[in-house]
């Protein structure tokens, strides 16, 4: 076990035999450096046996590998400065620094080694650069580059366990192609059906569930220092949300989410469509070793790869308070829905084959990107009669278009004359980063009174309170919203005057049922009695046949 990291600055002096090629430089170069001080021949080292896609401004360390887990950050002063070193990990609007190093420093080149602590988290780091002394502060790192190459300051890459597969979705017994780079002798591959079994983990990193099948070890001799292909198989599993769970002896754990659709669709006639777009939107892994997330949302507009690992140890973003609920909710109330990717729901032909399979699509994720097919099938459906539940908020907020593997977002889908409550009921409104969060109010028990049935909700009652309420992203009615939209409960204020979040509920003369929950992080009420019934209320609601069982076309 290690404490703080290591750090180690030292002036590397002059080599042997350098007197004489000094006396030859020209009389300039020894003139006094003026104007803001400034570091050159910035460069980073890290093993001995590099890793693949190591270069002089990226490299990879292995935290648990002796003689791997240090790297070493070069450059070269002109004159006396004092320098600080950051280890800094990007986010998303913010930044955290993990480790910081700070010495003043004379003319001439310099080495500062960082060996993380066992309490930093895999992913990439930009190792910062402040130069700071008479005339001024410079500072390398301090924005994304426009590409790698162009990087200003060394990124450095905390491995851990990285595994992804290459498609988002299988049949059951489909042999499925996963990568994975881990500097370890061997490891343990487990698949988990998440979601079901031990309770949720505190950790965000973390994904828990049944395990499925016998553990399989795995030698990874010879593999060490490369991303390498393996091909596993699941068993004939029933359709839902599973992982890999690959763990070293060292106690280094990684894991690879993928879904298993269903071979045929199931009686229940009800498909629940993971948000596998949004979570890769969300995903800081930086795969091009810019030290940024390869997402807009860390800057510039680079395409979202589809097939990377998750950064934080393989777990898609948000995913303890965003997601897991709901799949427990599944496993208590002992329901079997079909589980689709965006990719399976992109490979549905029409919106009368998703009618014909399904009468009941739950979104219950944050469904913010989605291509123009896949919203064609969407509204089709609605239109004949079928039936949806959004547990989030800001969905069909985004059109996006493939590119191979890759998405690339294009524009908002109302500023394309097709506003998202006009099938939702609801659409995006405001978003304060989960600064502000509050429970629901019931205002309009009397237009929905089956779900709130056993609940003992009444208007004016909280929802949510033990969860400490709901925000981040909020969804409102629209003037475009369908005929008979009832908002059945709201956060009132909660971004401001009259920025309300607001449950919605509508029906259609063709049967549609459309029920969305207004902020995005609504599936932790179901960690609360109240959710977990006020749920199944509504999932009995949505699957009762219409008094009047007609389409219309």
Do not use: C
């Not at 990087?151 to 192609?177: C, D, K, N, Q």
């Not at 589809?306 to 002992?334: I, M, S």
């Not at 239109?383 to 524009?411: D, P």
Request: charged fraction near 25%; hydrophobic fraction near 40%; aromatic fraction near 10%.
């Amino acid at each position: 076990m290690r404490g703080v990291g290591l750090t180690r600055v030292r002036l590397l002096g002059l080599a042997a035999g350098a007197a004489s090629a000094i006396a030859a430089l020209p009389r300039a170069a020894f003139a006094k450096e003026t104007g803001v001080p400034h570091a050159s021949e910035i460069t980073v080292r890290g093993a001995a046996k590099p890793f693949s896609g190591d270069r002089s401004m990226f490299v990879t360390i292995s935290p648990e590998s002796a003689g791997r887990d240090t790297a070493r950050v070069l450059f070269r002063l002109g004159r006396r400065a004092r320098v600080r070193l950051d280890a800094v990990r990007t986010g998303i609007g913010t930044s955290s620094v993990r480790w910081t190093k700070e010495a003043t420093l004379g003319p001439g080149r310099h080495e500062v080694a960082w060996t993380p602590a066992d309490d930093v988290p895999v992913g990439s780091y930009v190792m910062r650069i402040t130069v700071e002394g008479k005339g001024g502060r410079r500072v390398y790192g301090g924005r994304r580059p426009a590409s790698p190459e162009r990087a200003s300051a060394p990124v450095v890459h905390v491995l851990g366990i990285e595994a992804a597969f290459t498609s988002r979705s299988y049949l059951p017994t489909e042999r499925m192609a996963m990568q994975v780079l881990a500097d370890v002798p061997s490891f343990t591959l487990t698949f988990l059906r998440v979601g079901y079994g031990p309770d949720p983990s505190l950790r965000n990193d973390e994904l828990v569930g049944l395990e499925m099948g016998e553990p399989v070890r795995i030698d990874w001799t010879g593999k060490r220092s490369t991303r390498q292909t393996i091909t596993v198989q699941s068993g004939d599993w029933p359709s839902g949300l599973y992982a890999a769970r690959l763990e070293a002896d060292d106690g280094r754990i990684g894991f690879a989410p993928f879904i298993l659709r269903p071979e045929t669709p199931s009686e229940l006639r009800v498909a629940v469509v993971l948000p596998t777009n949004t979570w890769q939107a969300y995903n800081l892994y930086d795969a091009d070793g810019d030290g940024w997330g390869d997402t807009w949302y860390a800057g510039g507009r680079p395409p979202v790869v589809l097939t990377r690992a998750y950064r934080d140890r393989g777990v898609p973003p948000r995913f303890r308070r965003y997601d897991f609920p709901f799949l427990r909710f599944l496993e208590k109330t002992r329901r079997e829905p079909d589980f689709l990717s965006d990719d399976d729901l992109d490979a549905i032909a029409t919106g009368d084959d998703l009618r014909k399979l399904y009468d009941l699509v739950v979104f219950p994720g944050h469904t913010e990107y989605v291509t123009t097919h896949a919203y064609d099938v969407v509204e089709r459906y609605y239109a004949l009669g079928g039936r949806l539940i959004l547990l989030s908020a800001n969905n069909f907020f985004w059109k996006v278009e493939r590119e191979g593997q890759s998405i690339r977002r294009i524009a908002q889908w109302r500023t394309l004359g097709r506003p998202e409550a006009r099938v939702l009921g609801i659409q995006y409104r405001a978003n304060d980063d989960g600064q502000r969060q509050a429970p629901f109010v019931v205002t309009d028990r009397e237009a929905a009174p089956w779900l709130f049935e056993g609940t003992e909700l009444e208007n004016g009652d909280f929802l949510g309170q033990e969860v400490g309420g709901f925000g981040i992203e909020i969804d409102m009615t629209t003037p475009l919203s369908p005929p008979g939209t009832k908002v059945l409960a709201i956060i009132p204020n909660l971004f401001g005057l009259g920025l309300n979040a607001e449950m919605a509920y509508h029906e259609t003369d063709a049967g549609a049922r459309v029920f969305s929950a207004g902020v995005l992080d609504f599936p932790a009420v179901l960690y609360t009695p109240q959710g977990m019934k006020l749920l199944d209320n509504l999932w009995r609601h949505m699957v009762e046949p219409p008094e009047d069982a007609t389409t219309t076309d």
